[in-house]
């Protein structure tokens, strides 16, 4: 059974730093382009980053270029998303997302982090 689950999230300080990871299982990992979105509360999903299947291109939204990497291990099944300077209007559920040539997704549950003083 295809599978993504996040993990990392919690609270923390404005200007912090946080790492965020995404365990795949039961898909062929490497042939999947990656995705991080968020959803803050009350509001729609937003596309944060992504990387292609083999990690050589990726992308960030402009709302958090500049603090925010996306990584994957292929070897690992793992994706991360690397977030520092953290404000609060970083505060959101953090999903994982996989997507294949053929249009097949796959969600994770989320993660929720949360940047409060």
């Known amino acids: 059974q295809a599978r993504l689950v996040e993990s990392g999230g919690g609270v923390v300080q404005p200007g912090g730093s946080l790492r965020l990871s995404c365990a795949a299982s039961g898909f062929p990992f490497i042939y999947y382009t990656m995705s991080w979105y968020r959803q803050p509360p009350g509001e729609g999903q937003e596309l944060v980053a992504g990387i292609s299947s083999s990690g050589n291109t990726s992308n960030v939204a402009d709302s958090v270029k500049g603090r925010f990497t996306i990584s994957r291990d292929n070897a690992k099944n793992m994706v991360y998303l690397q977030m520092s300077s953290l404000k609060p209007s970083d505060t959101a559920v953090y999903l994982c997302?996989?997507?294949?040539?053929?249009?097949?997704?796959?969600w994770g549950q989320g993660t929720q982090v949360t940047v409060s003083s």
């Open positions: 997302r996989a997507d294949s040539d053929d249009s097949y997704t796959i």
